[in-house]
């Protein structure tokens, strides 16, 4: 359906929830952030979304609200499938009735990374087919073909980073496997990569990066590694699916040239002929893209409407 007016969009991560009231040309008319009360439940986490929706209404009559949430998202049921520990008890949540509820406007719901990608799909043009990659603390993604977003079964579409990959052949993943993409790509993995090269843990990937830059050899060693990781599923995944653009995004890929360099030119040796031409690039949007795309859910995912008084 289309919404007339501003709509509110809500971007839910484990650490900070983003909130804006967005014209429909995508003009951000109001923003607000509060810390997400993660360690406190569902209910705390759902009122303190509610109050950064009111926070941005401005005392308008937005048609819809969209919340980006963290988690595997079922926007046609509108719950969280799956989750981390990252938001204590979040899995089973039933997101958007809930939500609702507590604002009185109908509520459309999806997984962040696919809202994010919203936006880069729509600048791809009509029709347009598009891996996105966020690499960050985790490994997220999303994947649309022929101008739209898959969502696939219970809302697991575009989990990038439980692709199995060679580099992480026995590591323990986020989910309960082993051996995925984001147990050595993502900003933890390698950190915990150099750490075991070394003998010396690190916490932080910028520490890594800062040695790598330097020129010591196990640091540049885990990131090349989870930048060649990542590229060579990327470029698999272009050949099973033809896009006309695969995007990168997250913190990771900011860490510099040595990152970017490597993960382009594993991407590319993947590739078949048809996509010579094609090379990864970095996002269009930047922090507002989220926010953005979670306004555009409401005419894009099943809206969940509030309980009749």
Known sequence: MTVAGPAIGLDLGGTKIAAALVAPDGTVLARHTRPTPAADGPDAVLDALADAARSVDGGTEPGALGVAAAGVIDPVTGTVTSATDSIRGWAGTALAARL?????????????VRATAA???????AGASLVYAA?????????????????????????????PSPQAAGLPCTCGGTGHLEAVASGPGIAALY???TGRPVERLETVAERAASGEEPAVRAILTGAVAAGRVLGGLANALGPDRVVVGGGVPGIGPLYWDALTEAFTSELMPPLARLRPSRPLFGADAAVIGAARLPSQVPLHAPPQS
């Not at 609702?100 to 509520?107: D, E, F, K, N, Q």
């Open 100 to 112: 609702a509820a507590r604002t009185g406007l109908p509520v459309a719901c999806d997984n962040d």
């Open 119 to 125: 936006p880069e799909l729509a600048a791809a043009g």
């Open 135 to 163: 690499i960050g603390t985790g490994v997220g993604g999303a994947v649309a073909v022929g101008g739209r977003m898959v969502h696939g079964t219970a809302g697991i579409a575009g989990h990038l980073g439980h692709v």
């Open 195 to 197: 750490g075991r090269l």
